[in-house]
């Protein structure tokens, strides 16, 4: 068509056609034209580019979101419990909740003060405990090699001379006004939104399961449920691991003499939780309260929690994922190590039940087809 049309309306009322040269039309545009490509494939990459850095600037949050999430799903156990018993799904988690907020209020107040006096008892022996260390011949000929115990005496009048060695640490007052607040700030989110999500757990799976088409929501429930509940026995498997690095750790400080061992077992308690850099953690602080008492019971306390350790990680935690996730020892260890290579801290602390659920949805969905193929 060369010619449009457009109908307009005179004084009278009556429509009168008027004939306007608008030219002939064009081709539509060319989809495969290397411009129009070109430009798709331009504003592709600016969406994903702008995507990308909004979900890098909330990326704590989420790392929050996610801590919380695995917490809720750990403790759902404990409540499903309560409930056989016959207490509401709200009276469970407040139950549980309470236990918890006292177990960290305890913790606290039994672990806190004689964590504090050995750090400043530590600080205080610091250079006769290096001198004790230049008695040493082994030490003493790495010393001169080296020159490592100089150095760290060095440092340590340097950061202590003027009795602000946590000031220096954390970079000032603002920094450790700074280490505070986010700490704080993270604890009470990680506490709320674990609240939230293991009093709406079962309405956030029932939602979940309305994205299924209706024939397979059965199944896809119970697969669900089988992976809340592994979950859950990892969760148990973990606080079952660090009570018993706990109870060593109390035997070993009572048995060499270290002051406050119940604090220092609570504290490689609460240290056995976090992945991969739980028990470093655990053993710096044992390590660093029985250098308090010499040099000797310092290095006999590091290595036998060294060997615990190695005991832990290759014999006892296999073990024990084994028989509550069902899942074998090596996938324990390298799904932990892919975890924590890919999301740090979060990565391996979601990595055995990530396998675990991975593995029950290999048994349960795909070995069968196979099988049956």
Not at 13 to 42: C, R, W
Not at 85 to 97: D, E, H, K, Q, Y
Not at 209 to 231: E, H, N
Request: charged share 10%; glycine share 8%.
């Amino acid at each position: 068509m060369t010619i449009s049309k457009r109908i307009k309306k005179v004084v009278t009322g009556e429509p009168q056609v008027i004939n306007t040269d608008m030219g002939v039309l064009g081709d539509p545009i060319n989809k495969s034209h290397p411009f129009y490509f070109g430009f798709i494939a331009t504003i592709g990459a600016l969406s994903a580019f702008v995507l990308m850095r909004a979900l890098a600037s909330a990326s704590q949050i989420f790392v929050l979101i996610l801590i919380a999430l695995f917490l809720a799903t750990g403790l759902n156990p404990a409540v499903e419990a309560l409930r056989r018993r016959g207490l509401s799904r709200t009276n469970a988690v407040a139950a549980i909740f309470i236990s918890v907020i006292l177990f960290v209020i305890f913790f606290a107040l039994i672990v806190v003060p004689p964590v504090v006096s050995q750090g400043s008892n530590l600080i205080s022996q610091a250079p006769s405990l290096i001198q004790d260390l230049k008695s040493n011949s082994l030490f003493m000929r790495l010393n001169d090699q080296y020159g490592l115990l100089d150095t760290l005496q060095r440092e340590i009048a340097a950061r202590t001379s003027d009795g602000k060695l946590l000031l220096t640490t954390f970079g000032g007052v603002v920094g450790v006004g700074k280490s505070v607040l986010s700490g704080t700030f993270a604890a009470l989110t990680i506490l709320v939104l674990t609240l939230y999500f293991l009093t709406s757990l079962p309405q956030m799976v029932k939602l979940g399961l309305r994205l299924a088409p209706a024939s397979r929501r059965p199944r896809v429930g119970a697969l669900t449920d089988a992976i809340i509940s592994r979950v859950g026995s990892f969760v148990s498997s973990q606080v079952t691991i660090a009570f018993m690095a706990g109870i060593f750790t109390f035997l070993l400080s009572f048995a060499l003499g270290i002051p406050s061992p119940i604090a220092l077992g609570m504290t490689v308690l609460v240290c056995g939780l976090i992945p991969l850099i739980g028990h470093f953690i655990g053993c710096t602080v044992v390590t660093l309260v029985a250098l308090t008492q010499s040099v000797t019971i310092g290095l006999v306390a590091f290595l036998a929690y060294v060997l615990y350790v190695q005991i832990e990680n290759y014999l006892i935690t296999p073990r024990i994922m084994k028989k509550t996730l069902s899942i074998p020892g090596a996938v324990t260890i390298i799904s932990a190590l892919i975890g924590s290579s890919l999301l740090g801290l979060v990565g391996g602390l979601l990595a055995v039940p990530v396998a675990a659920a991975i593995i029950l949805i290999l048994d349960e969905v795909v070995f069968p087809r196979t099988d049956n193929a």
